[in-house]
């Protein structure tokens, strides 16, 4: 986003800068100890306090340097009255978790009876008071982690000091604006409108569905657990891939790892959601340990050379698409981000999904992995059940899937 504005060279001649500042601080900070030499850690504590100085005054000068560009007067945007300028204090928490006390221009507009800020959109800036990237920290943190409690301790251990109510107001108004682009996209794609946003187009490209259940609650009930109940949610991946073409099937035999029952039974485990041994299943014995000490020692690998390293396609990029929204809701939005993804025009496609009905409505298609993971699952799930015995039920496994 910034790269155009600081190129490298301009940033890498910066960063000379202050390394040498830096080397003119060390000299200074040993000589104004005289006492004890100073360890490892020590050092650290004075290269963190030299950086948010550096930090502290870096930023306070730029942002004066915008304040000086803004004249006494501005138009309100709403009405076009000319409003007088003053200037607050605004606290504002930044990436290395310092809050610096900057000013910023404001005005009051008496015929829209509101304020308005005239370098807030120039500066990439809203109403909270943490800056764009610590904004998106709090994206990423609750994107990937489990809860508000959770992404404000990992945003914490980052040294940004921040409440876990703030934390789930903003990630809750990121989705919020995430919900809306996403419903444009939709639109402007049912009105054929919507640009590829690639500048090269995928040779191959694959599209994976699946559903899965989630428990909710009620949205508006603040802390605590309100009106529980089960939805299903759909999760797309659309997957840029590189590969080559061959005459012949590059995999003909099922990937070893399907042939290693031990693994098997964890992959089952992990779509079942289970965290331990599966319900009904007995404590591992020494059968089992036999059967697991034999890697690739049954059906198809037995005796078999070892396969080559892999040489099948390899992923470059990959984008999601989830939601709760019925079928007939979400199709548009998967198609919404493959038209952006340029996968129309892609001349190699697969689409991956089980055998629910919605799936193969839009797409028509046959046998895929996930469905025979799907399928191995179920027939698992019953051996081991019937049989009490990885190896005895894995022997069921294997004469189902030939
Ligand atoms: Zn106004």
């Known amino acids: 986003m910034s790269s155009v504005k600081l190129p490298p060279e301009f940033l890498a001649e910066l960063r000379e800068l202050a390394s040498r500042w830096g080397q003119i601080a060390a000299q200074r900070a040993a000589a104004g100890i005289d006492t004890q030499p100073l360890d490892f850690g020590d050092m650290e504590r004075v290269a963190a306090v030299l950086a948010e100085g550096l930090t502290e005054g870096t930023l306070t000068a730029l942002v004066q340097q915008r304040n000086d560009t803004v004249a006494t007067e501005h138009p309100c945007p709403r009405c076009d009255t000319v409003c007088r300028v003053d200037y607050q204090e605004r606290p504002l928490t930044i990436d290395t978790g310092q809050v610096l006390p900057l000013r910023e221009p404001v ?24 800056s764009p990237t610590v904004l998106a920290l709090i994206a990423r943190a609750m994107g990937r982690l489990n809860s508000a409690a959770q992404a404000t301790f990992a945003l914490q251990l980052a040294r940004i000091t921040i409440r876990c109510a703030q934390v789930q107001r903003i990630a809750q108004e990121i989705g919020h604006e995430l919900a809306a682009q996403r419903d444009q996209k939709v639109a402007r794609q049912r009105r ?13 490209v ?21 009106e529980v109940q089960g939805k299903e949610n759909k999760v797309a991946a659309l997957v840029t891939l590189t590969s080559t073409t061959s005459q012949d099937d590059p995999q003909p035999e099922p990937p070893p790892a399907f042939a290693e029952p031990r693994r098997v039974q964890r992959l089952m485990h992990q779509l079942n959601g289970w965290a331990g041994e599966p319900p009904g299943v007995p404590e591992s014995t020494g059968a089992e340990a036999v059967v697991t000490s034999e890697p690739r ?106």
């Open 107 to 130: 005005c009051h507009c008496p015929r829209c009876r509101r304020d308005f800020f005239p370098l807030r959109t120039a500066l990439r800036l809203d109403n909270h008071n943490v």
């Open 192 to 204: 054929r409108e919507l640009p590829v946003r690639v500048d090269v187009i995928p040779t191959v």
């Open 206 to 226: 694959v599209a994976e569905v699946d559903g899965g259940h989630l428990r909710t609650r009620a949205g508006d009930r603040g802390p605590g657990v309100h």
């Open 297 to 402: 020692a049954t059906g198809a690998v037995v005796g078999a050379e070892q396969p080559p390293a892999s040489s099948g396609p390899v992923r470059v990029v990959r984008t999601c698409v989830a939601s709760t929204a019925d079928s007939q809701a979400f199709g548009p939005m998967m198609a919404a981000e493959a038209q952006e993804r340029g996968f129309y025009q892609t001349p190699r496609r697969a689409f991956v999904s089980d055998g629910a009905a919605y799936n193969w409505s839009r797409n028509g298609g046959r046998c895929t992995r996930s469905g025979c993971a799907r399928a191995g699952r179920a027939v698992w799930v019953k051996c081991s059940r019937n049989c009490g015995r990885v190896r005895s039920g894995w022997g069921l496994c294997r004469r189902a899937r030939s």
